[in-house]
């Protein structure tokens, strides 16, 4: 479905850097993705701030994305892992469900709630009650962090700004590494 949406390469590619598939789960573990999935998405918005409805989180995000919206849903480590598997052997890393929302006119945003941690509370279930980890607009090849859910439905009606404002993040591969 994502040659219909607008995910530009960019973003996608900086998607799929940020945010790693779990290290090898047990059996169960990975049975309950679909699970962890549902979970956050038939939990009222107003558990994740107060001043949303309570109504499923799914069918407010698909509301305020408004018709057209293609969203996708995936378990993922909430960017944390580094990809080395020496630095990341031993680390407690977090488990989120993460909705990758691209609407009808092209623009993309992400939202992550976290869910677990692995290895830890995710081998005993889901955690709750569930938290935003992450809230990104993405803006070309640079992306936005977001305050609040409660901001979304004025971004996605006004835009963000065109042009990165200090308060914007570069992807991965732009970061410059600290002169020793």
Not at 46 to 61: A, H, I, M, R, V
Not at 99 to 115: H, N, P, Q
Not at 157 to 167: K, N, T
């Amino acid at each position: 479905m994502y040659s219909r949406i607008a995910f530009q390469a960019v973003p996608l590619f900086i998607i799929l850097i940020q945010a790693r598939p779990l290290p090898a789960l047990p059996p169960t573990a990975q049975l309950a993705e679909d699970e962890a999935v549902a979970a956050v998405q038939r939990m009222p918005a107003s558990e994740l701030e107060d001043t949303l409805p309570s109504q499923p989180f799914e069918s407010w995000l698909s509301e305020t994305a408004g018709d057209g919206a293609d969203i996708q849903w995936e378990l993922n480590d909430c960017g944390e892992q580094t990809g080395d598997p020496d630095i990341d052997a031993g680390r407690v890393i977090p488990v989120c469900v993460s909705a990758y929302v691209a609407l009808a006119d092209g623009r993309e945003f992400s939202v992550s709630i976290l869910a677990g941690t692995w290895p830890g509370t995710w081998e005993d279930g889901l955690e709750t009650p569930f938290v935003l980890h992450g809230l990104y607009w993405f803006l070309g090849d640079r992306f936005k962090p977001i305050e609040r859910l409660s901001d979304l439905p004025e971004l996605i009606r006004s835009g963000p700004p065109d042009e990165p404002g200090e308060l914007d993040e570069p992807h991965a591969e732009d970061a410059v590494e600290p002169s020793q």
